[in-house]
């Protein structure tokens, strides 16, 4: 088994990484299976041959808490595991809808701001004002979501474990 990640991986807002390794999708699906069952105390998820969602349990449910996407491709004869750190689908469409708001906001603010100085017109003296509010809630957004990930990280952690484990334990007895 062989891992890759780059620098752009590890700053983004959902980490990824990449490992390849000879099991099938259906022997890995299974072997994940065997491996979560094996740590159901420790971990929690859902899995089938194309994609598995893994989180790890614990007391608290705060909403950065970290889930494992592993997405199962075949590449040149080589399975390919695509695994994405993110929060739930639920807070990380939240996020992506307060971006999309406030990026929204933020063009019609300058626009106005803008069209307003090629006519020389003084309607919206406020509209530079609000563009810059804007570009502060998008910045307030990136550092909670930034937080949230400091703040799963030892989660994370054991998420990245679980899937070099679950991978590299059943690869073993193949080799």
Same mark, same amino acid.
């Given at each position: 088994?062989?891992? !890759?990640?780059?620098?752009? #991986? %590890?700053?983004r807002?959902?980490?990824r990484? @990449? /490992?390849f390794?000879?099991?099938? @999708?259906?022997?890995?699906? #299974?072997?994940? @299976?065997?491996?979560?069952a094996e740590?159901?105390?420790?971990f929690?998820?859902?899995?089938? =041959?194309?994609? *598995?969602?893994? &989180?790890?349990?614990?007391? $608290?449910?705060?909403? &950065?808490?970290? +889930?494992? *996407?592993? +997405?199962?491709?075949? !590449?040149?004869d080589e399975?390919v595991? %695509?695994?994405?750190?993110?929060?739930s689908?639920?807070? &990380?469409t939240?996020?992506?809808?307060?971006?999309f708001t406030?990026?929204?906001?933020? /063009?019609?603010?300058?626009? /106005? $701001?803008?069209?307003?100085?090629?006519?020389?017109? *003084? !309607?919206?003296?406020?509209a530079?004002?609000?563009?810059?509010?804007?570009l502060?809630f998008?910045?307030?957004?990136?550092?909670a *979501? +930034?937080?949230?990930?400091?703040?799963?990280? #030892?989660? /994370?952690? =054991?998420? %990245?474990?679980?899937?070099? !484990?679950?991978?590299l334990?059943?690869?073993?007895?193949?080799?």
């Open positions: 088994m062989t891992t !890759e990640e780059t620098t752009l #991986d %590890r700053i807002t959902r980490p990484f @990449k /490992m390794t000879h099991l099938t @999708k259906e022997e890995y699906a #299974d072997n994940l @299976k065997k491996y979560l740590h159901k105390s420790e929690s998820g859902n899995i089938n =041959k194309e994609v *598995a969602t893994i &989180w790890v349990e614990t007391k $608290y449910d705060n909403y &950065w808490k970290p +889930r494992l *996407a592993l +997405r199962v491709e075949m !590449e040149d399975t595991i %695509r695994g994405i750190f993110g929060p689908s639920a807070v &990380w939240f996020f992506m809808f307060l971006y406030f990026s929204i906001f933020w /063009m019609t603010f300058f626009t /106005m $701001y803008y069209v307003e100085k090629q006519i020389k017109s *003084a !309607e919206y003296p406020w530079l004002s609000a563009s810059f509010v804007m502060f998008i910045l307030l957004t990136y550092i *979501a +930034r937080f949230g990930q400091h703040k799963g990280k #030892d989660e /994370m952690l =054991k998420l %990245r474990q679980f899937a070099e !484990e679950s991978t334990q059943f690869e073993k007895k193949i080799i």
